[in-house]
Protein backbone atom coordinates (compact mmCIF):
# COMPACT_ATOMS: atom_id res chain seq x y z
CA UNK A 1 0.00 0.00 0.00
CA UNK A 2 0.99 3.82 -0.80
CA UNK A 3 0.08 6.41 1.49
CA UNK A 4 -0.48 10.29 0.25
CA UNK A 5 -0.80 13.57 2.14
CA UNK A 6 -1.41 16.70 0.35
CA UNK A 7 -0.68 19.60 1.80
CA UNK A 8 -0.63 23.38 0.74
CA UNK A 9 -4.28 24.46 -0.21
CA UNK A 10 -5.86 27.31 0.83
CA UNK A 11 -7.35 30.63 -0.16
CA UNK A 12 -5.49 33.07 -2.67
CA UNK A 13 -6.41 36.18 -4.71
CA UNK A 14 -6.68 36.17 -8.75
CA UNK A 15 -3.22 36.12 -9.89
CA UNK A 16 -1.69 35.23 -6.84
CA UNK A 17 0.66 31.64 -6.12
CA UNK A 18 0.36 28.31 -4.33
CA UNK A 19 2.76 25.77 -3.89
CA UNK A 20 0.89 21.81 -2.99
CA UNK A 21 2.90 19.51 -1.90
CA UNK A 22 2.16 15.32 -1.57
CA UNK A 23 4.30 13.05 0.34
CA UNK A 24 4.08 9.51 -0.47
CA UNK A 25 5.30 6.66 1.84
CA UNK A 26 4.63 2.96 2.16
CA UNK A 27 5.41 0.86 -0.44
CA UNK A 28 6.57 3.64 -3.16
CA UNK A 29 9.11 1.36 -4.88
CA UNK A 30 6.03 0.17 -6.45
CA UNK A 31 4.97 3.52 -7.90
CA UNK A 32 5.64 4.55 -11.52
CA UNK A 33 3.86 7.87 -11.77
CA UNK A 34 2.90 10.59 -9.76
CA UNK A 35 0.01 13.09 -10.19
CA UNK A 36 -2.42 16.17 -9.29
CA UNK A 37 -6.11 16.14 -10.24
CA UNK A 38 -8.78 18.40 -9.71
CA UNK A 39 -12.32 18.41 -8.95
CA UNK A 40 -14.69 21.28 -8.85
CA UNK A 41 -18.49 21.29 -7.86
CA UNK A 42 -20.74 19.72 -10.26
CA UNK A 43 -17.46 18.60 -12.32
CA UNK A 44 -15.36 15.32 -12.94
CA UNK A 45 -12.41 15.39 -11.57
CA UNK A 46 -9.66 16.04 -14.26
CA UNK A 47 -5.86 15.14 -14.54
CA UNK A 48 -4.17 18.70 -13.88
CA UNK A 49 -0.34 17.50 -14.37
CA UNK A 50 1.83 14.32 -14.19
CA UNK A 51 5.14 13.38 -13.39
CA UNK A 52 6.97 9.68 -14.33
CA UNK A 53 9.77 8.31 -12.54
CA UNK A 54 11.89 9.25 -15.28
CA UNK A 55 10.99 13.23 -14.87
CA UNK A 56 8.21 13.04 -18.14
CA UNK A 57 6.02 15.78 -17.16
CA UNK A 58 2.15 16.24 -18.84
CA UNK A 59 -0.17 19.11 -18.15
CA UNK A 60 -3.85 20.05 -19.17
CA UNK A 61 -4.10 22.63 -21.84
CA UNK A 62 -5.59 24.81 -19.01
CA UNK A 63 -3.07 25.12 -16.96
CA UNK A 64 -0.23 25.07 -19.19
CA UNK A 65 2.49 27.70 -18.32
CA UNK A 66 1.25 28.44 -15.14
CA UNK A 67 1.48 25.18 -13.19
CA UNK A 68 4.98 23.08 -12.98
CA UNK A 69 4.66 19.51 -11.21
CA UNK A 70 8.18 18.82 -9.58
CA UNK A 71 9.25 16.09 -7.10
CA UNK A 72 12.09 15.37 -5.03
CA UNK A 73 12.75 12.05 -4.90
CA UNK A 74 14.86 12.35 -1.21
CA UNK A 75 11.64 12.97 0.40
CA UNK A 76 9.45 10.98 -1.79
CA UNK A 77 7.41 14.24 -2.16
CA UNK A 78 5.85 15.60 -5.14
CA UNK A 79 5.28 19.45 -5.91
CA UNK A 80 2.17 21.59 -7.95
CA UNK A 81 3.55 25.35 -8.23
CA UNK A 82 0.47 27.05 -9.11
CA UNK A 83 1.09 30.94 -10.25
CA UNK A 84 -1.44 33.45 -12.14
CA UNK A 85 -3.77 31.39 -10.59
CA UNK A 86 -7.86 32.15 -11.57
CA UNK A 87 -11.14 31.37 -10.11
CA UNK A 88 -12.18 28.71 -12.11
CA UNK A 89 -9.14 27.18 -10.99
CA UNK A 90 -11.31 26.85 -7.47
CA UNK A 91 -11.03 22.75 -6.47
CA UNK A 92 -10.28 20.15 -4.42
CA UNK A 93 -6.75 19.14 -5.31
CA UNK A 94 -5.91 15.54 -5.07
CA UNK A 95 -2.43 13.81 -5.41
CA UNK A 96 -2.27 10.55 -7.37
CA UNK A 97 -0.40 7.75 -7.86
CA UNK A 98 -0.37 4.87 -10.39
CA UNK A 99 1.32 1.79 -10.22
CA UNK A 100 0.51 0.32 -13.89
CA UNK A 101 1.39 1.14 -17.33
CA UNK A 102 -1.14 3.59 -17.28
CA UNK A 103 0.92 5.16 -14.83
CA UNK A 104 -1.09 7.81 -13.08
CA UNK A 105 -4.01 8.07 -15.68
CA UNK A 106 -5.41 5.36 -13.91
CA UNK A 107 -4.07 6.28 -10.41
CA UNK A 108 -4.23 2.97 -7.67
CA UNK A 109 -3.97 5.50 -4.44
CA UNK A 110 -4.93 8.95 -3.70
CA UNK A 111 -4.97 11.74 -1.06
CA UNK A 112 -7.58 12.89 0.94
CA UNK A 113 -7.31 16.30 -0.89
CA UNK A 114 -6.46 19.84 -0.60
CA UNK A 115 -9.01 22.64 -0.81
CA UNK A 116 -7.61 25.35 -3.27
CA UNK A 117 -9.73 28.88 -3.32
CA UNK A 118 -8.74 31.17 -5.93
CA UNK A 119 -10.92 34.71 -5.22
CA UNK A 120 -11.96 37.27 -7.86
Known amino acids: QVQLVESGGGLVQAGGSLRLSCAAS????????MGWYRQAPGKQRELVAG???????NYADSVKGRFTISRDNAKNTVYLGMNSLKPEDTAVYYC??????????????WGQGTQVTVSP
Open 51 to 57: ITNGGST
Open 26 to 33: GSIFSINA
Open 96 to 109: AAGRSRWGVNQPNY
